[in-house]
């Protein structure tokens, strides 16, 4: 493998050979079975709860609580990319995530699951230092396309990981879920050991100057803020749409954890929007990215306002084909917003990224919560509209032209 030499902000060897297909696989499985470990739990909500004798908010406290541990990781940890080897950062992440699974695997009750999700949040932002690696070490000319296909191999892991843990815990319990997926963690972080190059720090900075310069980097960039206001907008509609669906498809249809679990099939088509939109930001501009694929989600969304007046099995139908769209939308216009950002400032892609990506999750632990409450009051047609609104919100923020640009 050649050797990468990084002098703050430029990368030698990538420059004048590219990445090898087997590190872009690396980065890309790496980063889909670390962010997986945040939705092992939605489609295993139905079965969970019987057996740790836990009524529905509780139960929906614990996607809550790993999303808002993944934002607080973010914020907190994913910016020491900047400042040390991120080789180093994922090793001991990988192996913190695998033992984070592991003590949800052995949770005797719901705050022993409550406790350990939130450590699988944290941990998992691993995710979040793997994305940034491989921005560096692509070529600015392929940029876009790498990023993409790592981001393939991240957005396969959170839809996946539906059809996966529904089917594991319907037929070997939930628990067998977790410990299979610390397994997997255990194996990444070997083969990172053996295969991930390291990284030069590009800052030197101490940690309360390296925190005290994401002030400074999201008032100097309106593009950042931008970006990140409108991802975590759509990022709003879709947990919410996520965390809910297993509670509605075993409330409505009288559909299991496995049923549940393979809707992540339909979103996972969406992943293909990763390398196209990747390509597109780097032929077109991300800009046009960001707007297409936002108005494709607020239209996905809008079209389930269709359901109450199909057959159920018309229904089922739609819902399939609306997870298809929006997924692609949301995930298109994350590539973009990727691409957009890490081109701001390259020293402080470990920074950027974790201001877009807290955002996003905020966003999406919030959905998770409104979404649940909007179940409650008003049935399956709230968290419709909570979803179509909240993507609208987001394409009005894509189509507002800043008088400052980054």
């Known amino acids: 493998m050649a050797s990468i030499q990084v002098t703050h902000v430029t990368v030698t060897a990538p420059a004048q050979g590219g990445l090898s297909r087997s590190l872009v696989l690396l980065l890309a499985t790496g980063a889909g079975l670390s962010v997986a470990s945040l939705y092992y739990s939605q489609p295993m909500l139905g079965v969970l709860g019987p057996d740790l004798q836990a009524g529905d ?37 990988a192996a913190l995530l695998s033992l984070s699974l592991l003590l949800c695997g ?14 699988v949040g944290l941990t998992a932002t691993l ?102 206001l409108a991802q975590g907008l759509l990022a709003l509609g879709f947990g919410g749409f996520w965390s809910t669906l297993a509670v509605m498809l075993h409330g409505s249809f009288h559909l299991g954890s496995a049923a549940a679990g393979a809707f992540g099939l339909a979103g996972a088509a969406g992943a293909l929007a990763a390398p ?37 099995s018309a229904q089922l139908g739609l819902i399939v084909v609306a997870a298809i769209g929006f997924d692609f939308g949301v995930q298109a216009t994350l590539v973009a917003h990727q691409t957009l950002v890490y081109g701001i400032e390259p020293g402080a892609r470990s920074r950027l990224n974790a201001l877009l990506f807290t955002g996003m999750f905020i966003g999406m632990a919030g959905g998770a919560a409104l979404a649940s409450l909007a179940l409650a009051q ?21 189509m507002v032209r800043r008088a400052a640009t980054a």
Do not use: C, N
């Open 378 to 398: 008003w049935g399956w047609m709230g968290v419709v509209a909570l979803a179509t609104a909240t993507s609208t919100a987001a394409l009005v923020v894509r």
């Open 57 to 93: 908010w509780l139960l929906g406290l614990v996607p809550t609580s790993t999303q808002l541990g993944y934002a607080l990781g973010i914020l907190l940890l994913a910016p020491l990319g900047d400042r040390y080897d991120r080789r180093s950062i994922i090793l001991v992440k």
């Open 106 to 119: 052995f949770a005797p009750g719901i705050g022993w699951l409550l406790g350990a999700s939130l450590a």
């Open 276 to 312: 196209l939109a990747g390509r597109l930001a780097d032929r077109r501009g991300p800009e046009l990215v960001t707007r297409l694929g936002a108005g494709l989600t607020a239209v996905s969304f809008a079209t389930m306002v269709l359901s109450p007046l199909l057959p159920a």
């Open 127 to 228: 995710a979040q230092d793997i994305v940034p690696a491989a921005a560096t070490l692509a070529p600015e000319s392929q940029r876009g396309k790498v990023v993409g296909t790592v981001m393939t191999g991240l957005l396969l892991g959170i839809l996946l990981s539906r059809v996966v843990s529904g089917f594991v815990a319907e037929h070997f319990g939930w628990r067998a879920v977790y410990t299979a997926a610390a397994g997997a963690m255990a194996l990444i972080g070997v083969v990172a050991w053996q295969g991930l190059p390291r990284f030069e720090p590009t800052t030197q900075l101490g940690y309360r100057a390296l925190m005290g310069s994401l002030v400074a980097l999201w008032r100097r960039y309106p593009a950042l803020r931008q970006a990140t």
